[in-house]
């Protein structure tokens, strides 16, 4: 099953009727997909897996913003952290960098989603390949990830 189609199905459930986006061209990188979009760069809501201590958290935050990871251990409350590495990000969320989608992941992994996203109506995550995007509401991700909000940025 492609990464495509495995969003496809998880997203079934929610019956949202959300519509995943493909494009020719790569939007591998938050100025890409929102140049493909066109859209500001903080509505691509972009997915990034970092290591807490030995764990995996997966944190969705706004593509204009910086998590910040001093507010990222406090509220983890962990030592350290740090960003995965591609291989760990692949074998966590089974997408490759690029096109990690928020859900439908291959290990269970709490998922942070940031504040800064509200400014939007609408953000568009990837969806499972560097050439797509899931347009979401605020409410819609929330559910599609069982994600919690906070401020990290």
């Not at 944190?59 to 962990?78: E, H, Q």
Request: proline residues 5%.
């Amino acid at each position: 099953m492609s990464a495509i189609e495995r969003v496809r199905k998880y997203l079934d459930q929610f019956d949202m009727d959300l519509e995943i986006l493909q494009f020719d061209e790569s939007t591998s990188t938050c100025e890409l997909a929102a140049a493909a979009l066109g859209v500001e760069v903080g509505q691509i809501a972009k997915t990034l897996v970092f290591m807490a201590d030995e764990d995996p958290v997966l944190v969705v935050a706004s593509g204009d913003k910086k998590i910040k990871s001093n507010k990222l251990k406090r509220l983890l409350d962990v030592s350290k952290v740090k960003m995965a590495n591609p291989k760990t990000v692949q074998r966590v969320t089974g997408y490759p960098v690029g096109g990690v989608c928020p859900l439908a992941l291959e290990e269970e992994v709490p998922i942070l989603l940031d504040d800064s996203m509200h400014r939007f109506p609408v953000v568009y995550a990837a969806a499972g390949t560097p050439r797509s995007a899931l347009p979401v509401t605020m409410d819609q991700l929330e559910t599609i990830t069982g994600g919690k909000w906070v401020d990290i940025v």
